[in-house]
């Protein structure tokens, strides 16, 4: 028989690499559309490998990581020269605030190399009232 030890298991079940692979959750639920690098395909899915959008949107960039995840994204969205119409994302507010907290993380810094990390306790605070496409919109940064 294992005996558990008491501050072990509390690291082991509350740790953020076992509670959720951002990379395998990315993979399963976003790179259909967003490809498996985060490129995005041109016309259809934005690319979310896309250092400028991170690094302009800063400390906002969880809480804008977060909201399209939850309320999910439609309407026009121009990225560079490339214009997203007819743009539809759907909310995936279906999974749990770990996952989304994992794929949002591996977005920010593994895809990006960014500093900013996404918490679930943000990410909780989101849920009861996602921000609309317009507040999304107004928080990206302007592309050239």
Not at 34 to 48: D, F, I, K, W, Y
Not at 64 to 79: E, H, Q
Not at 100 to 107: D, M, P, S
Request: hydrophobic letters at 40%.
């Amino acid at each position: 028989m294992i005996k558990p030890i008491g501050v072990f298991v509390m690291a082991v079940i509350f740790s953020p690499v076992w509670a959720a692979d951002g990379a395998a959750l990315f993979a399963q639920s976003c790179a259909l559309c967003h490809q498996s690098t985060g490129e995005g395909v041109p016309g259809q899915a934005p690319p979310l490998a896309d250092r400028a959008l991170w690094s302009g949107l800063g400390e906002r960039a969880p809480d804008y990581i977060a909201g399209v995840m939850l309320a999910g994204l439609s309407g026009t969205l121009k990225v560079g020269p490339h214009v997203f119409s007819r743009l539809v994302m759907p909310p995936q507010d279906r999974m749990t605030d770990e996952e989304l907290t994992a794929i949002g993380n591996y977005v920010l810094e593994t895809m990006n190399s960014s500093q900013e990390r996404l918490t679930i306790t943000m990410l909780g605070k989101l849920r009861m009232e996602p921000p609309t496409h317009k507040q999304l919109v107004t928080m990206r940064p302007p592309t050239p």
